[in-house]
C-alpha cells in the first residue's frame, strides 16, 4: 500500500512551518521579489492578518494551511485544515495523461516527469481534488504539485513538511498506509469529542496516501474538500476532458505526442544498434 501521511487538524496550531519547508525545500518563492527581474515568480507568504494568502494552490504554492473560525464547549477557538495533492491510490491525474507523464509509485507519491509532459493539461481535469496546477507565466510552462518529496522518502527520509511539523507539534506523521489508518481511528476512539467521526482519505476517490483528521467543530466539508457519493476510485470522464481543452491544443498535443514518439523511437534504435556493436567487439 505504500507509505501515508497522516494530518491531525486537532494537534495543528497553524504555524505553518510544514508551508515554508516545502517551499524551501523545492526552491518556491517565500517572500514578495517581484522587484527582482532575476527572482522567480513571487506569492506573499508571510500572514497580513489572515491564513488565506496565497488564497489558492498554484505552481508555487504545493501546500496550503487554511485558517478556520469555530467553536467548542468553551467557546470560541481557531482550528486549521490543509490543501494539498492527495497522492491518490488510483489517481485521476495519471488515468487521464495520455503520455504517462504522471505515475504512482510503490512507495505512495504520484510523480510528474516534465520530460514526457506534452501540455494538454488533461490532469488538471482528471483530478477529483482540482490539485495540478500550470506554469501559466512561464514561456515553457510545466504542470507543478506537491512531490511528496519522493527523491528524499526513496531515501528514507521524511517529506520536508513532516520534518518540520516533527519540531514543533507532530500534527503531520508518516507511516505505512495502514498503520497511518489504524493510529487515526485510535485517536477519534480515544477522543470522540475531539474529532468528526470520518478520516478524509481512507476511502474517498479510491483512497489517497494523504489521510486527514478534523476538529469536531469543522466538519469537512468546510475545508473545501469534495464529497463523493462513491468509495470508488473516480472515472475519468475523457470525453469531458477533451471539451475542457481548446481544439488547438488538442491539435499541438497530438503534434507534440507524435515528435515525442519519433525521438523515443530514434532513442530505443539507437540503443540497440549501440548494444549490437558492443557484442560484436
Known sequence: MGKAVLFDAEACIGCRACELACKEKHGLP????????????????????????????????????????GRDAIGPLTVYSMRKCMHCEHPGCAAACPVGALQKTSEGPVVYDDNKCIGCRYCMIGCPFGIPTYQWDKPVPFIRK????????????EPACVQACAKRTGSLTLGEREEQLAKARKII????????????????????????????????????????GSTDPVAVNVDRAMVA?????????????????????????????????????
Not at 31 to 57: H, I, M
Request: glycine share 6%; proline share 6%.
Open 30 to 69: 517565500m517572500f514578495d521579489l517581484t522587484k527582482q527581474l532575476d527572482a522567480l515568480p513571487a506569492e506573499t507568504t508571510t500572514n497580513a492578518g489572515t491564513y488565506t494568502k496565497p488564497p489558492e494552490l498554484s505552481a508555487y504554492t504545493f501546500l496550503k494551511v487554511g485558517f478556520h473560525e
Open 146 to 157: 506537491c512531490t511528496f518529496c519522493s527523491d528524499w522518502l526513496s531515501e528514507g527520509k
Open 189 to 228: 476512539a480515544d477522543s470522540p469529542d475531539k474529532y468528526v467521526n470520518h478520516i478524509y482519505g481512507e476511502k474517498e476517490a479510491g483512497g489517497t496516501s494523504w489521510l486527514f483528521l478534523s476538529s469536531f467543530s469543522l466538519p469537512f466539508e468546510k475545508w473545501g474538500l469534495p464529497t463523493f
Open 245 to 281: 481543452i481548446p481544439p488547438v491544443l488538442i491539435g499541438v498535443a497530438a503534434v507534440m505526442a507524435g515528435v515525442y514518439w519519433v525521438i523515443q523511437r530514434r532513442e530505443k534504435i539507437r540503443q540497440e544498434n549501440t548494444a549490437k556493436k558492443e557484442v560484436t567487439k
